[in-house]
């Protein structure tokens, strides 16, 4: 033990890595009762005041998005902006837009539960929230579209006495099918992991009507070891059942533009340009959320830096990858040689009537994620919110640019119109950010945030072999030596 102490003490004087320890994901050491009596008492406690001042303007959003539909079903779709050419215009960008926004649930629930990442369990339950909501406010944008909504279940193959059959050719009846099932497999996914919380808020309540609801929905949950070998399985099972949805929902998506023969749409780099945008958008989304609920309800022993930093780094990647498909698009309108392909992209970019929307797009999305490069400002949080900001503003203009801007200018000249939104459209938007603010409030107030068996799961006294190899200023991990991110194990 003394040489190896004179080894560290050495390597510490000659400025040499030494192996550190791994960052913990529970800051100060918590136990089990803490993280169980944190998580409950932000459902048991009354709500700050600052909950109810977003919540009341939120209800208020919401029934302005009501007020807007009701006159919308009343009047007409022609209330919207879109005229032709412009036919699809904020109603389908907004459609995209939310589905962008839930895709960063199922990543962090299911793709890094398979790999194994540690690091998802305090964002994970948020997260699948933040997907089922924001795909309720998505599917409200067609289902009004289409002009007559109490005829939109024609949309499912059932069969009917007026023998009307869907085209299964056409990628929008895919986006129904791929949509409905993102949505349902989610929100499965999402009550399964809820079970043992729901059973440990069941027992902590006073008898009466919540207890009795969570008695239900805690489907008899009782803790035994069954109950847990029965539980994994199942999340193991949904959760690779998820991880093909990932991939394939926006994808389907992008095939409403890039299956048609419109300039600047019909591009085989949309799905995976699609994707990578959905899981970028989705992550600053999270984070949005996230780390003023951290401050509100003080979290931050849960939700550390390391979860920022991590997150943070997934926006950066993903911002660059969105960077690399805008740079593509211009770079294959040009070697292509298809002077229609190239005059919509010099229109979209240079020098057409909506090219503002284009460099909000670009310096959004692809120049303000680079501040996370430098490390202090992944671990700052004004900064992260400055860029989650940028990059929620930036995914919307990214889909305005592709479908409005594109569609403004078409192949007949004499048709070209430039696209104003109007009063409908921009507080139609604008009420379901309300409605989604308020289903994530009534979430907080009602469900455990934080899935509080999983984190239970990553503390050090969770490992039943994490002493037996505890040799004192040895461990197995990081070797950045960065002095602030890693306290290594002192040495007797």
């Keep these: 033990m003394e040489a190896t102490a004179t080894t560290h003490s050495t390597e510490a004087h000659t400025g040499a890595p030494r192996i550190l320890d791994r960052e913990p994901l529970v800051l100060n050491n918590r136990s089990y009762s803490w993280i169980t009596n944190r998580i409950c008492g932000i459902v048991e406690n009354k709500q700050p005041l600052l909950w109810w001042v977003l919540f009341v303007p939120s209800v208020l959003l919401t029934l302005l998005t009501v007020f807007c539909f ?37 990543l962090i629930s299911a793709i890094l539960f398979l790999t194994r990442q540690k690091w998802r369990t305090s ?38 006495a007026n023998a009307v059959w869907q085209n299964f050719k056409s990628p929008l009846l895919w986006d129904v099918f791929a949509v409905s099932t993102y949505f349902t497999v989610s929100a499965v996914f999402w009550f399964l992991g809820l079970v ?33 070998s029965h539980y994994e399985t199942a999340y193991m099972l949904l959760a690779a059942l998820s991880t093909p949805l990932v991939l394939s929902v926006h994808s389907v998506v992008s095939f409403d533009f890039a299956t048609s023969i419109v300039p600047g749409w019909h591009t085989t780099i949309f799905p995976p340009y699609f ?39 997934i926006i950066l990647l993903t911002g660059t990858i969105v960077g690399y498909a805008y740079c593509m698009e211009f770079f294959i309108a040009y070697y292509g040689a298809n002077k229609y392909e190239l005059q919509t992209f010099q229109l979209r970019g240079l020098y057409g009537p909506s090219t503002w929307a284009y460099y909000f797009m670009f310096g959004f999305n692809v120049f303000a994620p680079q501040l996370f490069w430098y490390r202090p400002f992944r671990h700052n949080l004004w900064v992260v919110m400055f ?22 200018r078409h192949l007949t000249p004499g048709s070209w119109r430039v696209y104003e939104a109007t009063w409908v459209d921009k507080y139609t938007f604008l009420g379901t950010f309300g409605l989604f603010m308020m289903l994530f409030l009534l979430f907080l107030r009602f469900l455990p945030v934080i899935a509080i ?40």
Excluded at 301 to 310: A, E, G, R, S, Y
Aim: charged fraction near 15%; include cysteine; aromatic fraction near 12%.
């Design 123 to 160: 964002v994970n339950r948020a997260a699948e929230a933040m997907t089922i909501f924001a795909v309720m406010c998505a599917g409200l944008f067609p289902a009004f579209h289409v002009g007559r909504v109490w005829m939109v279940w024609f949309l499912a193959p059932i069969p009917n």
């Design 70 to 106: 009701t006159y919308l079903i009343s009047t007409g779709v022609g209330v919207w902006g879109q005229k032709q050419p412009v036919a699809w215009a904020w109603d389908i960008t907004n459609f995209v837009f939310w589905i962008g926004i839930g895709h960063a649930g199922t």
């Design 453 to 492: 068996g999983e984190v239970k799961g990553v503390l050090p006294q969770s490992n039943a072999h994490a002493s037996d190899h505890d040799e004192k200023g040895i461990q197995e991990e990081d070797l950045m030596n960065y002095p602030d991110r890693h306290v290594a194990k002192t040495v007797a």
């Design 275 to 313: 994707v990578a945008g959905a899981i970028f958008g989705g992550f600053a989304m999270v984070l949005t959320l996230m780390i003023p609920v951290s401050k509100i309800y003080g979290l931050g022993d849960l939700i550390t830096p390391k979860h920022i930093d991590n997150m943070a780094k």
């Design 196 to 228: 043992p919380d729901l059973a440990t808020l069941r027992d902590r309540c006073k008898p009466g009507l919540r207890k009795t609801l969570y008695g239900i929905f805690s489907l008899g949950w009782r803790g035994a070891n069954r109950h847990w």
């Design 387 to 408: 860029v989650c900001m940028c990059v929620n503003a930036g995914m919307w203009f990214e889909r305005y640019v592709i479908i409005a801007t594109t569609l403004e």
